[in-house]
């Protein structure tokens, strides 16, 4: 029997969170920004009413989906699923979702554009940053990334169901020194000034698409190779 279908079942009982919570916080995020540029006014110079906040739905959406492996998965597990359907399902839950949030988050980018940026001027979801131009390209720059880091929550869960404390502290660090080495090296051989040439060079969907959809392929390979041994 295909358990994928029961297992979505059961991770929708965490929609609340996956979807719950990334929706409630945007639009607290999204409404004090709005409410802060209201108050200054004339303060703050229509160029300047551009804000990161929309940053903050994808952190809330992964961490979603680090709750969905340390709580979800053993649950799934305890009842009899396998790990490759739990797997299989939530990939498929991550795909939808965040196509889904890519498609809201491009109507929202519209009607901020359509009301003259809320009667601020204020720029939350259409910022320069991530302007792609038509709208298929536009949609992968909103979606995409929410699958990066959507599979980011679920290596960290998967490495803390299978290693514990252990192995989040092995990853944190190997991940510091592997940066932190990279930096020194670019400092000594002076090559910032290459490396903000070349960022400066890529395009929007590739800097915010193409380069996240790499990142959440290998970071769902890692997942995977490491759930067929973790335990509840």
Same mark, same amino acid.
């Given at each position: 029997?295909?358990?994928?279908? *029961?297992?979505? %079942?059961?991770?929708?009982?965490?929609? %609340?969170? !996956?979807? /719950?919570?990334?929706? /409630?916080?945007?639009?607290? $995020?999204?409404?004090f920004n709005w409410a802060l540029f209201a108050t200054l006014a004339d303060a703050v110079p229509p160029a300047g009413r551009t804000t990161g906040g929309l940053m903050a739905i994808y952190f809330v959406f992964g961490s979603g989906y680090l709750q969905t492996m340390t709580q979800a998965f053993p649950f799934a597990l305890g009842m009899g699923v396998t790990r490759r359907a739990f797997y299989t399902a939530v990939a498929l839950l991550v795909a939808v979702?965040? *196509?889904?949030?890519?498609?809201l988050l491009g109507l929202l980018n519209l009607l901020e554009r359509a009301t003259g940026g809320w009667g601020l001027r204020l720029r939350f979801f259409a910022i320069d940053f991530v302007l792609a131009g038509d709208p298929l390209r536009q949609w992968l720059v909103y979606a995409v990334p929410f699958v990066a880091v959507a599979f980011l929550g679920v290596f960290v869960g998967v490495v803390f169901k299978r290693w514990g404390s !252990?192995?989040?502290? !092995?990853? /944190?660090? !190997?991940? /510091?020194?592997?940066?932190?080495?990279? *930096? $020194?090296?670019a400092t000594w051989g002076q090559w910032w000034p290459a490396v903000g040439d070349w960022f400066a060079a890529q395009s929007v969907p590739a800097l915010l698409a193409g380069y996240p959809l790499v990142l959440a392929l290998l970071l769902g390979a890692g997942g995977w190779l490491a759930i067929r041994r973790a335990t509840p």
């Open positions: 029997m295909n358990q994928v279908p *029961a297992v979505i %079942r059961v991770l929708f009982v965490n929609a %609340r969170i !996956t979807l /719950g919570m990334p929706l /409630g916080i945007l639009f607290l $995020v999204w409404f979702e965040s *196509a889904g949030f890519g498609v !252990t192995g989040l502290w !092995t990853v /944190g660090t !190997t991940t /510091g020194v592997l940066l932190g080495g990279l *930096a $020194v090296l």
